[in-house]
């Protein structure tokens, strides 16, 4: 490592501020989580990034979550993992969580929907003991939900 840093990426020449290569942050221009090639594993964005500014923490994209945005929220399955990549794709609507992209891969149902023969199913509501709707409406079944006319 250079002990002192090439003037053009101390200097944000274009923009007449001061700045770090992309990838890196802060003062002294670290490397941002996941590293600075592919920062926060190039599933979300990097505190400060380009910057001397920020914390180089990782604010992750729809369905990552962790330090490095390499882990699957809920509603999300993995997809692709290796030591480089982390893809995380949509579960079924029936499902909380997941570890597949159909109905039959649930590991939890999500609301209005229950497990039945090894699936997450529509719960129709509007054939409940008691009516959701009330007495001068159509109860209309949808998935996952029910809409009263």
């Known amino acids: 490592k250079k002990d002192f840093p090439d003037l053009f990426e101390w200097f944000c020449v274009k923009t007449l501020k001061v700045c770090c ?3 890196t942050y802060g003062p002294d221009c670290l490397a941002c989580r996941g ?3 592919r920062p926060c594993g190039g599933n979300g ?3 400060g990034d380009g910057s001397r500014q920020g914390d180089g923490s990782c604010q ?3 369905g990552y979550q962790g330090a490095t945005c ?3 929220t809920d509603g999300y399955f ?3 993992r290796n030591e480089t990549h982390s893809v995380c794709t949509a579960c079924d609507e029936s499902c909380k969580t997941c570890t597949g992209p159909s109905n039959r891969d649930c590991g939890q149902c999500a609301v209005g929907w229950a497990q039945e023969g090894g699936a997450c199913v ?4 509007c054939a409940a003991d008691t009516p959701p709707c009330g007495d001068q409406q159509y109860c209309v079944n949808a998935n996952g939900s ?3 006319e």
Not at 122 to 125: A, L, S
């Open 122 to 125: 529509d719960v129709d509501e």
């Open 21 to 23: 290569s992309p990838g």
């Open 35 to 37: 590293g600075s090639q």
């Open 70 to 72: 390499s882990d699957c």
């Open 78 to 80: 993995s997809s692709l």
């Open 45 to 47: 964005q990097c505190s």
């Open 146 to 148: 029910f809409l009263c």
């Open 60 to 62: 992750c994209h729809l």
